[in-house]
């Protein structure tokens, strides 16, 4: 997924302050309430990884997320996680088809 993906365009998530909260899915809620939770310096670590990434050209997959630790295999700020990566269940069958299509670039 390149970087830690949040229910949030990169948009919303610049401008907070802007976002009409009623009109978001309850996952986006959720989202925007890690957010704004969220140390600073993480906050804008995102910011500019989303302003700045390139899906590696050729690829069919985007690169590992950002906060992945290539050496431990775990998320380096798994308290701040987005809700997707807290409702995708480790070990389900579509755990496995992302485990078996990104086995090559890990
Ligand atoms: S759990 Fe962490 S490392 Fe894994 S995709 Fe989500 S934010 Fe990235």
Request: proline share 6%.
């Given at each position: ?14 401008g907070?302050?802007?976002i ?9 809620r ?45 998320c380096r ?7 997707v ?19 090559e670039?890990?």
């Open positions: 997924m390149g970087y830690p993906a949040f229910n949030l365009t990169l948009e919303q998530l610049a907070v302050e802007a009409d909260v009623a009109s978001l899915s309850e996952l986006a959720a989202d925007l309430t890690r957010w704004v939770a969220m140390p600073s310096r993480l906050r804008d670590g995102i910011l500019q990884q989303m302003a700045d990434y390139v899906a590696p050209i050729g690829a069919t997959l985007d690169g590992p997320c950002t906060w992945l630790d290539p050496e431990t295999k775990q700020h798994h308290q701040h996680r987005p809700q990566c807290r409702d995708f269940a480790v070990g389900s069958s579509g755990c496995r088809q992302w485990r078996a299509a990104y086995h670039l890990l």
